[in-house]
């Protein structure tokens, strides 16, 4: 490689990145200790247009998605419904249904994400693990979609 396509390959490559990261307008923090999220860890084929499109704006394009929902449905009961109950009614962990969240940014999608991917306190690890960032949005959809707290705290609608 000669100097000058040396040079250009950098150019090349800081501009790639510069590209990349003003893709992301939302910066994604642990919920715990405000670290910003290493995405790096996801599991692969989860980086979507769906998700690019979250990344974007910090909204869930699935909600109110019927087949979204259908399919996050049946992701919550492998790997949620366990600790949450299958109603999201409680049980190990909190409710996930009513309008109290032990993280009030739970009530925007974007914060919502950051626990699901990021995990919160105890039993609730970092659900990376187990899921892809879409099927994270599916599950998100699903959340929303059986709701049955107070309409003017939904948040992520606004
Ligand atoms: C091993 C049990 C376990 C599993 C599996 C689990 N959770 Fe949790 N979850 C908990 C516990 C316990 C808490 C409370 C943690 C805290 O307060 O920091 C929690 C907290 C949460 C919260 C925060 C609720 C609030 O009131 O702010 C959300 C949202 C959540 N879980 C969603 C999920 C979803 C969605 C899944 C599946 C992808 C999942 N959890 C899997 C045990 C679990």
Redesign the pocket.
């Known amino acids: 490689m000669t100097f000058k396509s040396f040079i250009n390959a950098a150019t090349l490559g800081i501009g790639v990145l510069a590209m990349s990261t003003a893709d992301a307008d939302i910066t994604l923090r642990n919920s ?1 200790t405000g670290e910003v999220l290493d995405l790096s860890y996801a599991k692969k084929g989860g980086n979507t247009e769906v998700f690019k499109e979250f990344m974007q704006t910090g909204k869930n394009p699935y909600n109110g998605n019927e087949e979204a929902i259908k399919k996050g449905e049946s ?2 009961m492998t ?2 419904s ?3 109950g299958h109603e999201a009614e409680g049980k ?5 249904a009513d309008d ?5 940014r ?1 009530a925007t999608d974007q914060g ?1 994400f950051e ?2 991917f990021g995990g ?6 970092p ?1 990376y693990v ?2 892809s960032t879409d099927e ?1 949005l599916h ?2 959809a699903f ?1 929303r979609h059986i709701y049955t707290g107070d309409p003017k705290k939904a948040d992520w609608l606004k």
Do not use: D, R
């Open positions: 715990i992701l919550y790997g949620c366990g600790c949450h190990l962990g909190p409710g996930l109290y969240w032990t993280y009030p739970n919502l626990i699901l919160a306190n105890g039993m609730m690890g659900q187990n899921f994270l599950i998100m959340i």
